[in-house]
Nanobody, 124 residues
Framework: QVQLVESGGGLVQAGGSLRLSCVAS????????VGWFHQAPGKEREFVAV????????DYADSVKGRFTISRDNAKNTVYLQMNGLKVEDTGVYFC?????????????????WGQGTQVTVSS
């Protein structure tokens, strides 16, 4: 069982930066693939980035490539999302998820555990 708690959201102007954190409770964090998803108002949860549990493999949605960076610190049971060059359309709730399977991690149904989300608002 894993519990995830996100933090780091807030209000920022377009072009600004934020770093989101997601701390996991429980053991064996390094055995999980972890990912970030974004849910804009009135829309479904969409894939942002994933960090696989082995090999340091990462993957990003096209909309955030070159702007966002996912990283993890297994010693701290934490996954981060560095968001630079924020746009108004990045506004929404950001969720982190953890999965034990071998799926791609690009789909919310791949994940076994979710945090409660953190709100990001980007103003123009």
């Amino acid at each position: 069982q894993v519990q995830l708690v996100e933090s780091g959201g807030g209000l920022v102007q377009a072009g600004g930066s934020l770093r989101l954190s997601c701390v996991a409770s429980g053991q064996l964090f390094s055995f999980y693939t972890v990912g970030w998803f974004h849910q804009a108002p009135g829309k479904e949860r969409e894939f942002v980035a994933v960090y696989r549990r082995t090999g340091g493999y990462t993957d990003y949605a096209d909309s955030v490539k070159g702007r966002f960076t996912i990283s993890r610190d297994n010693a701290k049971n934490t996954v981060y999302l560095q968001m630079n060059g924020l746009k108004v359309e990045d506004t929404g709730v950001y969720f982190c998820g953890a999965m034990v399977g071998a799926s791609s991690g690009r789909y919310w149904s791949d994940y076994d555990y979710w945090g409660q989300g953190t709100q990001v608002t980007v103003s123009s």
